[in-house]
């Protein structure tokens, strides 16, 4: 399956061999989070819709609210999926202070919070992509929790 981003990253940053890919987030935060907020087929689909994506936490609501016509097709959920936790890591990196984004060694991108708590936006985008649980907007509320 191709995602656009990774296809961009993997240009720009090569393919993850059993090391972290810190060096591109420490090296160039603002091009990396640009890469990870492209979510084209989420963009598409909220389009489609009519639901502005503008990366603020109001459009995390929004798109809580889209019709789930995606769940019939396993490639389209999965890619939704990711998407949508790119989405809330993209609104949740720009709107929380002290949150950035951070690549675990397999390559995964996750949200690292002032805290130092790791969240895991890419499963939590899956998980509501397949049910709708835990709503985008709700880990938002809880990471922008002080």
Same mark, same amino acid.
């Given at each position: ?15 993850? @061999? ?11 935060? !603002? ?38 016509? %995606? ?24 709107? @929380?202070?002290?949150?950035? %984004? ?15 708590? !790791? ?28």
């Amino acid at each position: 399956m191709e995602i656009s981003f990774l296809d961009k990253w993997r240009k720009k940053y090569g393919e993850v @061999v059993g090391t972290a890919m810190t060096g591109p987030v420490v090296d160039d935060p !603002e091009g990396v989070g640009e890469l990870l907020a492209e979510c084209e087929l989420l963009r598409a689909r909220a389009e489609s819709e009519g639901v502005a994506l503008d990366d603020t936490p109001a459009s995390l609501g929004r798109v809580d609210q889209l019709q789930p016509r %995606w769940r019939d097709d396993p490639d389209e959920l999965s890619w939704l999926g990711n998407d949508a936790g790119l989405y809330l890591g993209t609104v949740i990196v720009r709107t @929380v202070p002290g949150a950035a %984004w951070q690549i675990w060694p397999n390559g995964r991108p996750v949200v690292m919070l002032a805290s130092g708590r !790791e969240l895991d936006v890419v499963e939590a985008g899956h998980d509501w992509a397949e049910s709708g649980t835990p709503e985008l907007s709700q880990v938002y509320a809880e990471a922008s929790e002080p």
